[in-house]
């Protein structure tokens, strides 16, 4: 490992950013922190306190500050608290799977980190030591119902709240592990799940499939809900298939519209035992 030998120019930038609490920051923050610098010399000095193992680049112009016990080669933070500072000024909340993740509803390990943004990001997706993170566009009428949660004892994250996480699940079941991971999450959580808001925000979102998807587990899952019959009223006649992992084929479910390419019983039993 390189040495962390800490210069004068290095301790002036750490003790900055310890000072305001930052342990992320871009290069515009750095620039503001040495004002006197030159934009060649800064550039050089962040790239330096890289190779040294005092910084870590996410990408391009944004920096991670590695714990100066930490061993850079091995080390990397936490994935949920370095999604906002991956995504230029979009707007955007941790979703789908990783938001299941922070609402301690998945049942295997999250493999990648799953952004849901306001613009698009191009590349789509990007590895940080190995590890995508996956930008998702969601437009303005399907980007709503974030909100600020705990993931340790002295950490919050925007992620979406736990009925927009099963809405967006349920509108792309394929970034979320599929139908039975998302049934088994909904039959988890029929105890804290606000039903009411639930049903509001299925109206807002204004997806069919979000809406099929929702009423066919509500009920197959015996989760007996008011919401149901709204449900009912607000769908249409069109199929639409239930998970779309799985190829189109299956019997129809009329009452749903929903093309049932998974069977009732193998959802029920990855759920009952």
């Known amino acids: 490992m390189k040495s962390k030998y800490i210069s004068t120019q290095s301790n002036k930038l750490l003790s900055y950013f310890n000072g305001q609490n930052k342990t992320c920051f871009d290069y515009s923050e750095a620039f503001h922190a040495m004002p006197n610098s030159k934009e060649s010399t800064l550039r050089e000095l962040l790239s330096d306190m890289t190779k040294r193992g005092l910084l870590m680049r ?79 566009y969601h437009n303005d009428k399907h980007f709503f119902g974030a909100k600020k949660i705990w993931i340790d004892s002295f950490n919050k994250v925007l992620c979406s709240d736990l009925e927009k996480t099963f809405i967006d699940c349920l509108f792309k079941p394929d970034y979320a592990g599929g139908i039975v991971e998302i049934a088994r999450a909904i039959y988890a959580s029929k105890e804290k799940i606000n039903f009411d808001i639930l049903f509001d925000y299925a109206k807002k979102f204004d997806s069919q499939a979000v809406i099929k998807r929702l009423g066919f587990l509500l009920e197959i899952l015996d989760i007996n809900s008011e919401i149901i019959d709204d449900l009912q009223k607000i769908k249409t006649a069109s199929y639409v298939v239930l998970d779309t992992e799985l190829p189109k084929v299956g019997k129809r479910n009329s009452r749903w519209s929903i093309q049932q390419n998974l069977e009732t019983e193998t959802i029920k039993s990855a759920i009952y035992t």
């Open 58 to 136: 996410l990408k391009d112009g944004v920096y991670y500050v590695i714990p100066y016990e930490a061993n850079a080669e091995n080390f990397m933070p936490d994935w949920h608290l370095i999604a906002g500072n991956l995504v230029n000024d979009a707007k955007y909340y941790i979703g789908y799977y990783s938001a299941l993740q922070i609402h301690n509803l998945i049942t295997q390990p999250s493999l990648k980190e799953q952004i849901v943004v306001s613009k698009q990001i191009r590349p789509s997706e990007i590895k940080i030591k190995n590890v995508p993170f996956q930008f998702i």
